[in-house]
């Protein structure tokens, strides 16, 4: 029946589209700049301008960082007054008003520092890198030391070898942040995090609508980008995640079929967290050690996507040498190239391809 219902959705969506491209011209004109449309778009879109662009970026963000502690213990957290100070393209300052918002359900019941949602005023961006966002997640650090600080950065860096692989996947844009104390002016703390895009937003560049329904099986999900997906989160060794409940997964509505969209990374063996554990009801009790968890797929979604990894292989590892990449300390990128040195064996290996991954998909229909 939730399979019927799925398909029925998609259908009544694509049969409105006619109607809305029609008005679509219309529609366009009457949307404030930087807003995102109602209806669906048929064509891919440009992305937010901060996220079209890797350079690291600067700022210093001001609130009061105790009350926003204390909001982790309430179940509807209240949006806090902010303040963030970034320098235009001009070189100057800029202080633009925002508001701030606990958000999460592990990291904000284990963090010290609280993970943050953001609520910009889209008038306040006009002309500045922050246009065109609207509420998107900080990720912080859950604690104030290095060690923490590397999580950031090693989830960030699955965001991107993410990016490589799909559209459909969240854009993120590095950020050196200050984070200063409102009430007493002092600083609390200064980290790397990064802006995470918005699901609507991924949704609107990829000119596809964001589901609400809850979950799908094998049989609602485009098989090729579903096989991009499934071995995305085997390539990382990320087993939390559920695309039956949504859990850290999103579905884009695109012609008659779903794409999922990962996001949370911190559980992944990829960046091993010290608090990371796996699921007691799976056969693994590390997070490096991979397990499969991906649907049965037709047998031809399956050639592309390896080959599609493959392709990119050296455009993967390259991200651990860049820049970005050289952010890691310690033996962290090596460490992490040798995790996917793994991975990589196993999709090159017929007979260990079939055991790993194809003996352990999941029949899994809604």
């Known amino acids: ?33 930087g807003e995102l449309p109602t209806q669906v778009d048929l064509a ?62 592990w990291r904000l019941r284990e963090c010290d520092f609280p993970p943050i949602r953001m609520d910009f005023q ?11 966002l609207d509420k998107p997640k900080l990720v912080t650090h859950c604690r104030n030391n290095d060690d923490y600080e590397q999580y950031v950065l090693q989830e960030m860096q699955l965001y991107r070898v993410y990016t490589l692989l799909t559209p459909y996947s969240h854009r993120v844009r590095l950020a050196h942040v200050v984070y200063t104390d409102s009430a007493s002016g002092k600083t ?22 964001l589901m609400k329904q809850q979950g799908a099986g094998s049989d609602d999900l485009d098989p090729e980008a579903a096989a991009v997906f499934f071995l995305f989160q085997y390539l990382i060794g990320n087993t ?40 007691p009801s799976l056969s693994i009790r590390r997070v490096r050690d991979r397990l499969y968890r991906g649907y049965c797929l037709p047998q031809t ?9 493959q392709s990119l292989k050296d455009s993967i590892y390259a991200l651990y040498r860049d820049p970005i ?23 090159g290996d017929p007979k260990a391809f079939r055991r790993e991954i194809l003996d352990r998909c999941i029949n899994r229909r809604i």
């Open 301 to 309: 979604a399956y050639s592309p996507a390896v080959g599609l990894f």
């Open 325 to 347: 990449g050289k952010l890691l300390k310690g033996d962290r990128a090596k460490e992490t190239l040798a995790y996917f040195d793994e991975f990589y064996e196993t999709i």
């Open 44 to 105: 891919p879109h440009e992305a937010a301008r901060v996220f079209t662009t890797e350079e690291p970026i600067a700022f210093t963000l001001t609130a009061n960082f105790d009350r926003l502690r204390h909001d982790k213990k309430k179940a509807d957290a209240p949006w806090r007054e902010a303040t963030m100070t970034i320098a235009d393209s001009a070189g100057a300052n800029v202080v633009v008003p925002l508001k701030l918002k606990t958000r999460g359900i």
């Open 240 to 279: 939390d995640f559920s695309v039956a409940a949504l859990h850290n997964v999103e579905l884009i509505a695109r012609d008659t079929a779903s794409v999922p969209v990962a996001h949370d990374f911190d559980f992944a063996g990829a960046v091993n967290t010290r608090y990371a554990t796996t699921d």
């Open 122 to 132: 889209k008038h306040t961006l006009k002309h500045t890198l922050l246009e065109k």
């Open 188 to 209: 609390v703390a200064t980290r790397y995090a990064f802006l995470q895009e918005e699901p609507e937003a991924v949704a609107y560049r990829v000119g596809g609508m």
């Open 1 to 33: 029946m939730r399979r019927v219902i799925g398909v029925l959705t998609i259908l009544v969506v694509t049969q409105q589209l006619g109607a809305q491209a029609a008005q679509q011209g219309k529609e366009e004109k009457k949307h404030k700049k």
